[in-house]
């Protein structure tokens, strides 16, 4: 049996940093850390400067969000009847109907799986980090790619209930106004893409880079 090939070098071990901007693999200058890249001028650092301590923090600030966001109501609506105020998961309830099920499959998975899925997946990829963790980085890294690209589209529902409260404006008879509930999700929405683009997918393949071998 041939012996296993040994692992290719890695940029960080050759000393060469990639741009985020445009993919440029550059040398800082000697005695450096940090330097800017010589095509874009975009910053460039071998690691982002406290990438976990910075994704932790957006993170958890996210999942407290998560809880009001669900809990309150993001719509009230004032009627000459009286005055009704839904959550998220109520508003759902409202727009399952034989025509109006597409929007409310929309809503709950924009509003309820994406963001729950989102800080969920971080959290493994946080964690899988501070574990030096050196299995499954492929997909660990296809996961990160999900979420970045997923991330665009987590302001639906707060777009929907913005157009709504635009549109059903029949005053005296009726109004619709967002409630507070659609602050934290917007908030929610904020922190979660920060922390996305806060953690450094890079730091996945150094536990794979100091045992020598892909994982």
Not at 126 to 144: D, K, P, T
Request: glycine share 6%.
């Amino acid at each position: 049996m041939s012996a296993l090939a040994p692992a290719a070098p890695t940029a960080l071990q050759r000393g060469l940093q990639s741009c985020e901007a445009c993919g440029l693999l550059s040398r800082p200058p000697r005695g450096t850390d940090e330097g800017r890249c010589p095509r874009c001028g975009h910053d460039v650092a071998f690691r982002k400067p406290k990438s976990l301590e910075v994704t932790w923090a957006w993170l958890i600030a996210a999942a407290i969000c998560y809880v009001p966001a669900n809990l309150l109501p993001v719509l009230s609506t004032h009627t000459t009847s009286g005055h009704e105020s839904d959550t998220i998961l109520q508003g759902v309830v409202l727009l399952w109907s034989p025509t109006g099920w597409p929007l409310a499959l929309i809503v709950f998975v924009a509003s309820i799986v994406i963001p729950s899925a989102k800080i969920l997946s971080l959290a493994y990829l946080l964690v899988s980090v501070h574990r030096a963790s050196a299995e499954n980085g492929h997909e660990r890294v296809r996961l990160y790619r999900l979420l970045r690209f997923i991330g665009r589209w987590s302001m639906v529902d707060v777009f929907v209930d913005a157009f709504t409260a635009s549109l059903v404006q029949l005053q005296p008879l009726m109004s619709v106004a967002p409630g507070p509930g659609l602050l934290f999700f917007a908030a929610v929405v904020v922190l979660t893409m920060l922390a996305v683009e806060s953690f450094d997918p890079r730091l996945i393949w150094d536990p794979v880079s100091a045992r020598g071998g892909p994982s």
